[in-house]
């Protein structure tokens, strides 16, 4: 197996991979309460090893191509849990030390009561990128950064595996943030045909 893949046959393999385990048609509920005819579920697709795999090369080449000042890499748990272990492995295979944060749904209920959970290595006011699976409304982003923020650190660049191409980018955009996407909805569809 390739431990070194490009990012175009990476993003081929895993615009397959979110086709054949992550793309379902029907009704569904979306986490911003909105109904949709389709759901994307990313975490069918990361989970699986070769999936991460090329979730991690497509977001560490996005990161290295766009983000050089990007000191540690985040995203709520749980959905972007899978996805910055990957980035991060992935980069330690590339000789990049990508250290990650997990930003938590609820403070901690013992403890410190915390919302972030850092590597040790995360420097103090350390400029983050910031990654979730899909992008719908924008909201588990906007609350992550708000999250980030009140610790101190910084997030420019937002990266997500499907743009649903439903306005939150451009909302994303209007309040400073610079977004990138693997996928907006139609380039993901496609490579159906």
Do not use: W
Not at 17 to 28: A, P, R
Not at 78 to 99: N, Q
Not at 121 to 143: F, I, M, S
């Amino acid at each position: 197996m390739e431990i070194c893949i490009p990012f175009k046959d990476a993003r081929l393999e895993l615009g397959n991979l979110l086709l054949k385990h992550s793309y379902k048609k029907g009704t569904f509920t979306l986490t911003s309460g909105k109904q949709s005819d389709f759901y994307i579920d990313c975490r069918c697709t990361a989970l699986i090893p070769r999936g991460g795999f090329c979730i991690g090369t497509c977001f560490l080449y996005l990161i290295a191509k766009n983000c050089p000042d990007v000191q540690a890499i985040a995203g709520m748990t749980m959905g972007a849990d899978p996805l910055i272990t990957a980035t991060s492995m992935v980069a330690l295979m590339r000789g990049f030390d990508l250290p990650q944060i997990i930003i938590r749904k609820e403070a901690k209920g013992h403890g410190t009561g915390k919302y972030l959970e850092e590597a040790a290595t995360v420097p103090r006011n350390a400029q983050l990128v910031l990654v979730d699976d899909v992008l719908t409304t924008g909201g588990t982003l906007l609350k992550s950064t708000e999250r980030i923020n009140a610790q101190g650190h910084t997030v420019k660049h937002i990266i997500m595996i499907v743009d649903r191409e439903e306005g939150a980018r451009e909302m994303l955009i209007s309040k400073g943030f610079i977004v990138h996407s693997i996928f907006t909805r139609t380039e993901l569809l496609a490579l159906q045909s």
